[in-house]
């Protein structure tokens, strides 16, 4: 049987002993001192160059997956001596800045004046942009007469058209579907640029959708005529299958500063010619303007989204590993930037000139090679740091803790176990669930068994370890009751070997449940279990995540403890932004020590009510972990995608206790960072774990004049420790363009990057500013960037003409996506903690989940061809897209539907759920059944193809037209009017080119 061991818990002696006041964690001894990330490179003699099969040359035509990695694997004994370390320099100092928004605020509500051509003879009639957005309530039954034509309708505009209605007949909103095909492409299209001869009804404009939206746009009867063609507008369909169709399915080699690579949304191969592929680094433009004048002038934001471990495809090459053995990496001895493409040999290859800062350096005798006659080494294609955008360096001990080798990484699970979660069956299931997931836990690739040692503790009100050291024939639990300072009861035995103690840990993992299972305990602690977890990190003297599965909010005496304050009341006020803050400055101080010791917290959240996200959520975030949050938890329904996630997250690529550090050539710097991570000084981007799908939003400033000749050079450097516990540099370099034209600048922008980055900064201002006052922000510039352009790069045209270039065609719709997220949106109808919970979920992510989560992908699966596996071409979300007679894929990366027509084939129905019809389709189901014909399997695997790529597993809901369910669904029809405010696509554009024409004028 189980043996107990309760131990009577003392408080430890000293300063721990205590307990701080105002709820405030304990601290621990001072963490020890950041990463010594700025060595300079050391000077050795003779140590032979590594050789590998370099990269093809510029150009050639070898295929993309021929080359493998063929260095040797990294050795620790080839460590022995390693130069004392040196104080990290940087060649700029940041003032901080980092609680500023820096969404460029000029002014809410007013825009800078542009100095714009004379505006055309009679100006547009509608209300300035400097009013403040008010709601444009419109009473139920109310009339609005058609405003009179103004300029903007132009000459000739067509009389509206007689209200329209919803021909399905369904209740609730009042969707109104865009009038009749009226207006094409104006005079002006080019292929840079495209204009849009908008005609709109006047006056009810001030914000469309009214800003917050609420009910009254949608209670009226649809008199407001917006005499938009929806086909005439736009498409973010069109753009992407235009890239698709021009770029997909090729090979994209990165030989050429300031490319525009593909969109997200295409898929091809990508070949690292000398800069970092585009999985790794997307930016919002790829020529960046010479001088701060003009891009104040744009005030298109200046950011690279760096993803520094994303997932490369089996067909692409990955990253190769440079060892210099004790030499460590050659870096520049003035801004400590690794060696890499950009720098340039000189002097018959006795020295070089850094690409960043200019500085000539001696290259280190191990390190020299001759030149050939056009100045380039004669081994630049057999080093990966000379010819590639990307690659990794062992790291020498002055890159580790204490200057020695790190420990392999540690995962420590820890159970929720009060009474709702033994009783709903939630802990049997995790506990099934990890004696497999266990087997798989991510290993080196050379090595048979994993290095990660595994942990176990479970909680309500009091803590329990568990010894599962191998010898032991049955488990052991330790009880600490003290949950004000928590400490590690047991050092051996609590973090194992999997496979050594595998039968200890099966044991383990089958009692617990019953365990339990008489437990009346509801209450729980939140904080003191991450503490444990952390001080058992500590202990062990290696980085390593927590697994933690927690229901409820921790209500129990302890540090951390929450109360509830969810208050609809805030929204709406300047005091919303609290609903986003923590509630106590506990958590903040326990991220801050977990990142100091490379602990790395991943939170499981089953909520039946509400948690406080904005407090429990926090440290996951800082930490590099993830959130995930299954509302109303149900075993039929949901363990699925739980378990998903469960697996993935376990087994994904990631690497623990990480500093980034982001370089630039003289010019410009690095001036703000969203993400997951954690920031004691300006430059340093510490992560306690980075992981395949977090992403870095990094905006840049200039501090003197970029030149068009030398470009625009970002070199991101990654110290991490592997899940084998080496340590390593990862290295990703890109070289962008400069320009002193602003049309250069528009060409090489990137929407899904662009987007990506007002998402974050936007959703880190919630904290500090009124909603409305971002959404303000957000209207304005994106006004502005595109006033810009119509001032000073497009052809003069009639200001009824709405002119986009051709890179920021969808930047209104998405725009408008962004304004229309629930963690803007300010209405009670959506819950605090989901609100919270998407804000956290943005900050860390990619370009290609920010695309899918604004704008969803939405397939005709009608029209599937079984014969074929290519996925249907998406159509745009809107509802007038969908057609009764039609089955409807929709994915957003968190949630997927698949919406019925009323009049659904029934051999469509019949193939996919196996039953006679519409009527029959159970909707209570998150899982298709198998049915082995050619439409289930084609529609299964376009499903199990969309949810690959993504980082949560994303739950299938099944909804029929005309039923209540559908109102969900309607939520992501982004181009149409929100269900709880928002406006249309439509309405926004309108709403855009209102205030286009204002700046102009
Ligand atoms: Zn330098």
């Known amino acids: 049987m189980f043996l107990w061991l309760k131990i009577s818990m003392m408080k430890p002696a000293g300063p721990l002993g205590a307990a701080a006041p105002g709820g405030m964690l304990p601290q621990g001894p001072s963490p020890p001192g950041p990463h010594q990330f700025g060595q300079s490179g050391a000077h050795a003699q003779g140590h032979p160059p590594q050789r590998f099969t370099g990269p093809p040359p510029v150009n050639s035509a070898a295929p993309v997956n021929s080359a493998a990695p063929s260095y040797a694997p990294y050795s620790p004994s080839a460590q022995s001596s390693y130069p004392s370390p040196a104080s990290t320099s940087s060649v700029t100092q940041l003032g901080n800045q980092f609680n500023a928004m820096h969404i460029n605020s000029y002014g809410s509500g007013m825009a800078a004046p542009v ?9 547009p009639s509608f209300q300035g942009p400097s009013r403040p957005p008010q709601p444009s309530i419109m009473q139920p039954g109310s009339q609005v007469l058609p405003p009179p034509p103004t300029a903007l309708n132009g000459p000739g505009a067509s009389p509206l058209p007689p209200s329209t209605h919803r021909q399905d007949g369904l209740p609730g909103p009042q969707y109104q579907p865009p009038p009749l095909p009226g207006q094409t492409l104006g005079p002006g299209y080019s292929p840079q640029q495209a204009n849009y001869g908008l005609q709109m009804a006047g006056g009810q404009l001030a914000y469309p959708g009214g800003f917050p939206g609420g009910p009254a746009q949608m209670a009226g009867p649809p008199q407001l005529q917006k005499k938009l063609d929806p086909d005439s507008i736009p498409s973010p369909i069109q753009v992407i299958e235009n890239d698709r169709a021009t770029r997909g399915g090729q090979i994209y ?54 993803k520094p471990f994303a997932t490369i495809p089996s067909n692409e090459t990955p990253l190769y590993l440079v060892n210099h053995g004790e030499n460590g990496p050659v870096r520049c001895n003035r801004c400590k930037a690794y060696m890499c493409p950009f720098m340039q040999f000189i002097e018959g290859g006795r020295r070089y000139q850094c690409g960043f800062c200019n500085c000539v350096n001696d290259v280190p005798p191990f390190y020299f ?18 010819s590639l955008g990307s690659y990794e360096y062992v790291a020498t001990l002055d890159y580790c803790r204490k200057n020695k080798p790190p420990n392999p990484p540690a995962f420590i699970f820890m159970i929720d176990v009060s009474y709702s979660n033994i009783k709903n069956g939630l802990v049997k299931l995790i506990c099934e669930e990890l004696k497999t997931v266990l087997e798989k836990l991510p290993k080196e690739e050379q090595e048979e068994t994993s290095a990660i040692r595994v942990g176990f503790i479970t909680y309500n009100k009091v803590l329990h370890f568990f010894n599962v050291k191998s010898n032991l024939a049955q488990p052991q639990m330790m009880v600490v009751t003290d949950v004000g300072e928590v400490f590690v009861p047991l050092l051996d035995g609590f973090l194992v070997n999997y496979q050594e103690s595998q039968s200890v840990i099966h044991n383990l993992l089958d009692q617990i449940p019953e365990m339990f299972a008489d437990s009346n305990e509801n209450e729980t602690v939140f904080a003191p279990v991450i503490q444990a977890g952390m001080e058992a990190l500590k202990a062990a003297d290696c980085a390593g995540k927590l697994f933690i599965f927690h229901s409820s909010l921790p209500t129990a005496e302890a540090p951390g403890k929450l109360r509830n304050r969810d208050d609809k009341k805030l929204i709406n006020t300047d005091k919303e932004k609290i609903l986003f803050q923590p509630q106590t400055n506990v958590y903040d101080s326990l991220a801050k020590d977990c990142v100091a010791h490379g602990c790395c917290v991943t939170l499981f959240l089953f909520p039946s009510q509400y948690v406080d996200v904005a407090s429990l959520g926090l440290v996951p975030q800082l930490t590099g972990g993830t959130l995930y949050k299954y509302n109303n938890f149900q075993m039929h329904m949901d363990s699925q995608q739980f378990l998903n ?15 980034m550090r982001v370089r630039t050539s003289t010019g410009f710097r690095a001036t703000d960072f969203f993400g997951g991570i954690f920031m004691n000084n300006t430059t340093d981007v510490e992560m306690a774990a980075i992981d395949c799908d977090k992403a870095v939003t990094v905006e840049f400033k200039h501090d003197d004049k970029l030149g068009e000749d030398s470009g625009a050079l970002i070199q991101c450097a990654v110290l991490y420790t592997t899940i084998g516990g080496q ?37 880190k201002a919630v904290l500090h500013q009124p909603l409305k006052v971002i959404r303000e922000i957000l209207v304005n510039q994106t006004a502005h960037m595109l006033a810009c352009y119509r001032k000073n790069c497009a052809s003069p045209s009639a200001a009824s003409q709405l002119i ?24 009670p109808e959506i ?3 989901e609100r919270a919970y998407q804000r956290q979920l943005v900050m ?27 996925l249907p071409a998406a159509i745009r979300c809107s509802e007038s897209r969908l057609s009764e007679e039609g089955i409807f894929l929709l994915a957003n990366g968190l949630n997927m539907f698949l919406w019925l027509g009323v009049s659904s084939p029934p051999e469509l129905v019949q193939g996919i759920f196996n039953v006679p019809s519409f009527a029959h389709v159970n909707t209570d189901m998150t899982l298709l059944p198998e049915v082995g014909n050619p439409y289930s399997q084609t529609l299964r695997m376009i499903m199990s193809i969309i949810q690959q790529k993504r980082p949560y597993s994303m739950k299938l809901t099944i909804v029929k037209q005309r039923e209540q369910p559908e109102m969900v669904f309607r939520q992501f029809l982004v181009e149409d009017k929100g269900l709880y405010g928002g406006s249309s696509y439509v309405d926004f554009l309108c709403c855009v080119h209102k205030e286009i024409c204002q700046l102009l004028n």
Do not use: W
């Not at 990165?254 to 191969?269: E, H, Y």
């Not at 996630?645 to 500093?659: S, V, Y």
């Open 115 to 123: 100095q714009g051509p004379p505006g055309p003879p009679s100006a």
């Open 253 to 306: 080699a990165t030989n050429t500063r300031g490319q525009v690579p593909p969109l997200v949304t295409t898929d091809c191969v990508i070949q690292d010619q000398g800069n970092a592929s585009p999985r790794y680094i997307r930016c919002t433009t790829y020529c960046f303007p010479c001088t701060s004048d003009m891009a104040k002038q744009a005030q298109i934001p200046l950011a690279a989204i760096i």
């Open 369 to 386: 090679q001759h030149l050939d006659h056009i100045g380039r080494r004669l081994d630049h294609y057999e080093k990966p740091e000379l």
């Open 645 to 659: 996630d469960l697996r993935n997250d376990i087994e994904k690529k990631i690497g623990f206790d990480a500093i």
């Open 727 to 763: 340590r390593r540099l990862r290295i990703h370099n890109l070289s962008l363009n400069c320009s002193s034209q602003l049309a250069d600048l528009y060409k090489s922008c990137e929407t899904d990057a662009l987007i990506n980055f007002f998402a974050k900064s936007a959703f």
């Open 804 to 827: 986009l270039p051709d890179s920021m065609k969808v930047l209104p719709v998405y725009m408008n996506c962004l304004l229309k997220n629930c963690v803007l949106l300010s209405r």
């Open 831 to 833: 819950s605090t903690d």
């Open 844 to 870: 860390t992510m990619g370009v290609a989940d920010s695309q899918l989560f604004f704008y969803p992908q939405l397939l005709p699966i009608h029209t599937l061809d079984v014969k074929s596996t290519t």
